[in-house]
């Protein structure tokens, strides 16, 4: 079973960035995809993005395109969200996920979760 520890999130203001982070423990990290979900107040939880188990292909919601950067450094068990100019409706508490293939192939295949970061944008 692997364990999941994001950190990383905090307040920020309108236009700011944040780096998450989520580091991977008990068993190998390499071999598997990642992604990053979110769930704000009074919402179901949502798909960020994710990455292919070395890191070459990754998936995004639309919503984020061009303003997130999901990444990996299998060495270090280690998985990032870069979010750049932040809005306040991406307030949300963010966590990671493992997947149980290779390739990103949807949520129904995340075996473990982390406890997640809060997030919280203000204008």
């Known amino acids: 079973q692997v364990q999941l520890i994001e950190s990383g999130g905090g307040l920020v203001q309108a236009g700011g960035s944040l780096r998450l982070s989520c580091v991977a423990s008990?068993?190998?990290?390499?071999?598997?995809?990642m992604a990053w979900f979110r769930q704000a107040p009074g919402k179901e939880r949502e798909f960020v993005a994710a990455i292919n188990w070395v890191g070459l292909r990754a998936s995004y919601a639309e919503s984020v395109k061009g303003r997130f950067t999901i990444s990996r450094v299998n060495a270090k068990n280690t998985l990032y969200l870069q979010m750049d100019n932040m809005k306040p409706d991406v307030t949300a508490i963010y966590a990671c996920?493992?997947?149980?293939?290779?390739?990103?192939?949807?949520?129904?295949?995340?075996?473990?979760w982390g406890q997640g970061t809060q997030v919280t944008v203000c204008s």
């Open positions: 008990g068993r190998t990290f390499s071999d598997n995809a």
């Open positions: 996920g493992f997947h149980s293939g290779a390739d990103w192939y949807g949520v129904n295949f995340i075996r473990s």
